[in-house]
């Protein structure tokens, strides 16, 4: 498991209920993996952006921001979040509409008494985190 370097990210993780935290601790690693074996994304920033944590492709620029929370208000709820004036989640919907729970344009919506179904939500992953690497090709027809 990679460790935090930012210690006020590792501060929330400490503070969700624990089975949602282990369902976001997956989560992370998810993330840095689908980081780590995808083609054009480079390291990956982890820090908090509206007190979630939150993945940025700060080196390359190559995608949009993921965060993750508990959603409030709902005990064993958790997401994952997108950018709503992206077009990302209308494009899971595309995919796995019968697969994933996805809120308007800006969340997969999980519970934590249920498996994470992670071809699905890795094939996301890359998505959002090859977004704008993804519009730069559309751009020069490539």
């Known amino acids: 498991m990679k460790r ?17 935290k282990a369902k976001l601790m997956a989560l992370r690693a998810l993330i840095f993996d689908v980081a780590a074996s995808t083609e054009g994304v480079g390291a990956l920033n982890e820090t908090l952006k509206w007190g979630q944590p939150s993945y940025l492709t700060a080196e390359t620029k ?8 508990a959603v409030k208000g709902e005990a064993g709820r958790y997401a994952l979040y997108f ?12 995919h ?35 977004y704008h690497q993804d519009k730069r090709r559309k751009r020069s027809g490539a």
């Open 4 to 20: 935090f370097s930012d210690p006020t990210v590792a501060a929330v993780f400490k503070s969700y209920p624990p089975p949602v």
């Open 62 to 69: 190559s995608g949009s921001t993921i965060r993750m929370d």
């Open 83 to 94: 950018n709503c004036n992206s077009n990302l989640v209308a494009r899971f919907r595309a």
């Open 96 to 130: 796995y509409a019968d697969t994933l729970t996805l809120e308007g344009n800006r969340a997969i919506v999980f519970d934590a008494d249920d498996d994470i179904p992670h071809d699905a939500v890795r094939h996301c992953v890359a998505m959002a985190l090859t």
